[in-house]
C-alpha cells in the first residue's frame, strides 16, 4: 500500500526528481535543490521510512516505487527527469 510523501516543490522549469540516499532525507538535497532551481523545478522527495515521511512495516522497493508513481505521474510531470544515489535509484526503475 502506498504512502503520501514528504515533499518540497522549488524552483521553475522542467521537472526534476531528487531523492535521497539510505538514511537520508530531502533536507540532505538542499544544496543540490537551490543549484538547479532556476533552470529546473525541483521536486525533493522522502522515501517512506525517512525525515517527514510516514513511517512503515513495509520497506521493499515495490512499495516505494508505489509511493513515488503519484508525485511523478501527474500532467506536470508527464517527463521527469530523476536524480537519485544508487541506493535510491531502485526505486524509479521499478515504475512501469
Known amino acids: 500500500m502506498s504512502v503520501a510523501l514528504n515533499h518540497r516543490i522549488s524552483g521553475q522549469g522542467d521537472p526534476l526528481i531528487l ?3 539510505l538514511f537520508g ?5 538542499g544544496g543540490i535543490a ?3 532551481e532556476d533552470g529546473w523545478q525541483i521536486h525533493a522527495l522522502d522515501e517512506r521510512n525517512h525525515g517527514s515521511s510516514p513511517h512503515t512495516d513495509d520497506m521493499d522497493y515495490p512499495a516505494m516505487a508505489e509511493d513515488v508513481w503519484p508525485i511523478w505521474m501527474p500532467k506536470a510531470l508527464k517527463k521527469p527527469v530523476c536524480w537519485a544515489t544508487p541506493w535510491a535509484a531502485r526505486s524509479p526503475c521499478r515504475l512501469p
Open 25 to 29: 532525507s530531502l533536507e540532505n538535497l
Open 34 to 36: 537551490r543549484r538547479l
Open 19 to 21: 531523492l535521497h540516499g
